[in-house]
């Protein structure tokens, strides 16, 4: 069956760096998108960052665009967030997610239980 | 960016109960959208994807329509089960937004 676990959440200090990585299994890794989402403690949902699965395309959100990089090991079926100069309201749960296609329209169809990053002094 | 607005952002309601969810995009976003449900410390569950196509497991009591700008979720026949926390998305453009959530209490 298919399974994504996060790892690699923590306590970090403002302006600090950190990876995430989201362990897949259970589905052919290397054909699908990933996506990164976060949810803010008592917030809603925001869409954080996308890599094609291939690796070659990327988009960001606007609040972590310049600090933060998606990227992928397709042979090691793991995806990654490089999360940098951290600020406090980055604190969130970190959800990794497949996309899914249908005809045109993409959807998240699975996701993994999620990582907590907080950034604190 | 596409902003996705839900309505209402908290909703009462009882188990038998018909409900009506609605998002709306700032601008024309086709069929792209998702509703997703998260109950309390878990993990979001994809409800219906492409505006109005039920996720292969969920229960028929849930419905999606629309297109363009204004969107609509459906709950026929509540369950107890279903107070949770339900968001719409869109992915017609990045950044792929979600609406705010719409909050299912039992009355």
């Known amino acids: 069956q298919v399974q994504l676990v996060e790892s690699g959440g923590g306590v970090v200090q403002p302006g600090r760096s950190l990876r995430l990585s989201c362990a897949a299994s259970?589905?052919?890794?290397?054909?699908?998108?990933m996506h990164w989402v976060r949810q803010a403690p008592g917030k809603g949902l925001e869409w954080v960052a996308v890599?094609?699965?291939?690796?070659?395309?990327?988009h960001y959100g606007d609040s972590v665009k310049g600090r933060f990089t998606i990227s992928r090991d397709n042979s090691k079926k793991t995806l990654y967030l490089q999360v940098n100069s951290l600020r406090p309201e980055d604190t969130a749960v970190y959800f990794c997610?497949?996309?899914?296609?249908?005809?045109?329209?993409?959807?998240?169809?699975?996701w993994g239980q999620g990582t907590l990053l907080t950034v604190s002094s | 960016d596409i902003q996705m607005t839900q309505s209402p952002s908290s909703l009462s309601a009882s188990v038998g109960d018909r409900l009506t969810i609605t998002c709306r995009a700032s601008?024309?976003?086709?069929?792209?959208l998702q509703w997703y449900q998260q109950k309390s410390g878990k993990t979001p569950k994809l409800l219906i994807y492409?505006?109005?196509n039920l996720q292969s497991a969920v229960p028929s009591r849930f419905s999606g329509s629309g297109s363009g700008t204004t969107f609509t979720l459906t709950i026929s026949g509540l369950q107890p089960e279903d107070f949770a926390t339900y968001y719409c998305?869109?992915?017609?453009?990045?950044?792929?937004?979600f609406g705010q959530g719409t909050k299912l209490e039992i009355k």
């Open positions: 997610a497949r996309e899914e296609r249908f005809g045109a329209n993409y959807y998240f169809d699975y």
């Open positions: 259970g589905f052919m890794f290397k054909t699908y998108s």
């Open positions: 890599i094609s699965y291939d690796g070659n395309n990327k």
């Open positions: 601008e024309n976003i086709r069929g792209y």
């Open positions: 492409a505006a109005s």
């Open positions: 998305q869109q992915t017609y453009s990045v950044p792929y937004t």
